[in-house]
């Protein structure tokens, strides 16, 4: 049995032209390569396929050429919301040219919307729900279908849904990504800019699931149960990025990394024993730092912490995002920066109940956090999210599947007039921060603390100065 797993590319940043965002940050698939490792350990024969642009500009010429050179069994691809529709022009032209291929989706966007996928999609056969290693393989190994927990199949003319997992897999006892069947690993994938010390870097996610449930994310996946590795497992697969890859930084992209404090002794209790000469990044929760927390992740080799904040506004925080103190914000990011550590704030522009007011709260919140670097998405009401359900009675939603990628205003709320507004009031706010003093203080000395991004920005200017002309040509409003 071969299987082919797939990633679409899918997210355009600018509707109707050439993505360059991949200049400045295009990270490894890590979901399809942990899949494709548990396979490989299964003994089923898998291969990896990484588009590379999206088929409106590339086509689907290297997909099939792979497909025809790989001859796989079963096509899997993983589904953001996104890259859904680069996915199913993928699938129809492989069914069209080998029909007895088996085609299967996975991934939050199908987990979302369950059934409603084979229903509109007859070129898709499976569509598997939540975690996919073990559903995967018992499909490959050829299990009866109505014996697959989180499969969801064609019986006939009938669509048959097997329900949720519920055997899971012991995170620890997971093979790590096959990095290796990755073209161009690490080196041909680089991080946010300024993000990192040294390069190569890559990513790891060592947990699945979030107890907490935030208006705006969507937890089809893996719900809310929790689960981690152990920090034992975490230190090892440092030693194997490194061994392996020579890999020098390591970002942690977990929405809980802090939250179970014994692991995150353990692990930096590890890294100071045994020191493996590498830094890394993580993201905390107001609630779950402390300063001796954080003395530890910096003793152990942690460079930036990203803290999602979301909105400047007490009121908007308070709606979508749970268990979080307004308060709480400003100390979290003055005790990072007081224990040695970069303070990176994550924020969302646009979610129900946004005004113009609020926007201006948020960009005068973040001037006066004096925070290390930042990042704004543009809200998205994903199917699998909670807000998604009443999301027409709060503003005007464009269902664009190809644009929900949080770089596109597919929604505008009530307290904006328009979607051009909502661009221009985006694009003052990130060039206030990237023009404030706080900023141009610090970034000369980050050309030194990150000589590799320094690097990046001065071979790939022309194309930096492309997609600055392309997001002020975006963001400015039309002559009346």
């Not at 790989?70 to 899997?76: C, N, S, T």
Request: with cysteine; net charge positive.
């Amino acid at each position: 049995m071969k299987i082919l797993l797939v990633n679409p590319f899918g997210s355009n940043w600018m509707e109707g032209k050439k993505d360059k965002t991949m200049a400045a940050v295009h990270m490894a698939p890590t979901g399809i390569l942990s899949i494709a490792a548990y396979l490989i350990k299964k003994g089923i024969d898998a291969g990896i396929h990484n588009c590379k642009s999206p088929v409106e500009y590339a086509g689907t010429a290297d997909v099939m050429s792979r497909v025809f050179s790989f001859k796989p069994d079963i096509v899997g691809f993983t589904a953001t919301t996104s890259g859904f529709i680069d996915a199913c022009r993928h699938a129809e032209e492989i069914k069209k040219n080998i029909p007895d291929v088996k085609i299967v989706f996975g991934g939050v966007h199908v987990s979302a919307l369950r059934e409603k996928i084979l229903e509109l999609f007859p070129f898709i056969d499976f569509v598997i729900t939540g975690e996919g290693e073990k559903a995967l393989e018992e499909l490959a190994c050829g299990r009866n279908l109505n014996g697959i927990e989180g499969l969801i199949f064609r019986d006939g003319s009938e669509i048959k849904s097997n329900g949720i997992r519920t055997d899971l897999c012991e995170l620890d006892e997971l093979p790590f990504p096959a990095y290796h069947k990755l073209e161009g690993f690490p080196k041909s994938f680089e991080a946010p800019l300024f993000n990192y010390p040294r390069s190569p870097s890559a990513t790891i996610i060592s947990s699945r699931g979030c107890p907490y449930q935030c208006s705006y994310c969507d937890r089809s996946v893996f719900r809310r149960s929790f689960r981690f590795n152990s920090a034992e497992y975490l230190y090892e697969h440092m030693v194997f990025l490194k061994k392996e890859f020579n890999v020098r930084h390591v970002f942690f992209y977990d929405d809980l990394f802090t939250f179970h404090r014994e692991r995150i002794e353990k692990f930096c209790n590890l890294l100071r024993e045994k020191p493996l000469r590498m830094t890394f990044n993580c993201a905390v929760r107001v609630g779950h730092i402390d300063d001796d927390l954080l003395k530890m992740l910096r003793s152990a080799g942690c460079w930036m912490v990203s803290l999602g904040i979301e909105s400047g506004s007490p009121e908007i925080l308070a709606r979508h995002k749970s268990k979080v103190n307004f308060n709480d914000m400003k100390i979290a990011v003055r005790q990072i920066q007081k224990n040695g550590l970069r303070a990176k704030g994550l924020f969302m522009m646009g979610l129900p109940g946004e005004t113009e007011e609020t926007i201006k709260m948020t960009s005068d919140f973040i001037s006066d956090l004096q925070l290390d670097d930042m990042n704004i998405t543009k809200f998205t009401p994903f199917p699998g999210s909670p807000i998604y359900k009443t999301i027409h009675e709060e503003g005007a939603f464009n269902e664009k599947w190809e644009l929900m990628n949080c770089l596109n205003f597919v929604f505008v709320p009530k307290g904006i007039k328009s979607k051009e507004r909502l661009e221009e009031l985006y694009s003052q706010f990130i060039k206030r921060f990237y023009t404030g003093k706080n900023w141009v203080r610090k970034f000369g000395p980050l050309m030194f603390k990150s000589p590799h991004s320094a690097y990046r920005m001065i071979r790939n200017l022309s194309t930096f100065l492309k997609i600055r002309k392309d997001f002020e040509t975006k963001t400015r409003l039309p002559k009346e």
